[in-house]
């Protein structure tokens, strides 16, 4: 093909088998990632979405308790502010979409919103598939 003969190995024949892989579904199934399911389609993303362990207990996650102590709010609806903010950025293209949100800190006895700095990722799936994957900025 070009060049060195180096440059037409594949990765493998370069560096060897992978030790170990850890797919996107291990990651799902094993609760690192939460799959936003069917909510995200409804939010207009036509591909795959999961949030982040730390963005869903910091934005979505919400309990009986959290209604009692603070204020009356739902996981569903917190998801959805999450997915539809995402998705009116993501409209805009590109690899990595940063976008900021309000959500009532879950904890304490707080009721005002504050704003949360998020970003989505666009990359490949377990089977080379685009999946979007939210995370908190300085999570990888």
């Given at each position: 093909m070009y060049g060195?003969?180096?440059m037409n190995k594949t990765m493998a024949e370069i560096f060897g088998e992978p030790m170990h892989t850890?797919?996107?579904?291990?990651?799902?199934?094993?609760?690192?990632l939460v799959d936003a399911g069917e909510l995200a389609k409804s939010a207009g993303f036509c591909i795959p979405v999961a949030l982040t362990r730390a963005?869903?207990?910091?934005?979505?996650?919400?309990?009986?308790?959290d209604n009692k102590r603070q204020l009356y709010q739902d996981e569903t609806g917190r998801l959805w502010d999450v997915?539809?903010?995402?998705?009116?950025?993501?409209?805009?293209?590109?690899?990595v979409v940063h976008f900021r949100i309000y959500r009532v800190p879950r904890g304490g006895r707080g009721i005002r919103p504050r704003r949360v700095a998020l970003k989505a990722i666009c990359g490949p799936g377990d089977q080379g598939e685009p999946v979007i994957?939210?995370?908190?900025?300085?999570e990888d």
């Amino acid at each position: 093909m070009y060049g060195h003969p180096e440059m037409n190995k594949t990765m493998a024949e370069i560096f060897g088998e992978p030790m170990h892989t850890y797919t996107r579904a291990q990651a799902i199934a094993d609760g690192i990632l939460v799959d936003a399911g069917e909510l995200a389609k409804s939010a207009g993303f036509c591909i795959p979405v999961a949030l982040t362990r730390a963005v869903w207990e910091d934005c979505v996650a919400w309990s009986d308790a959290d209604n009692k102590r603070q204020l009356y709010q739902d996981e569903t609806g917190r998801l959805w502010d999450v997915l539809w903010m995402c998705s009116r950025l993501a409209r805009h293209g590109g690899q990595v979409v940063h976008f900021r949100i309000y959500r009532v800190p879950r904890g304490g006895r707080g009721i005002r919103p504050r704003r949360v700095a998020l970003k989505a990722i666009c990359g490949p799936g377990d089977q080379g598939e685009p999946v979007i994957t939210i995370l908190l900025p300085d999570e990888d």
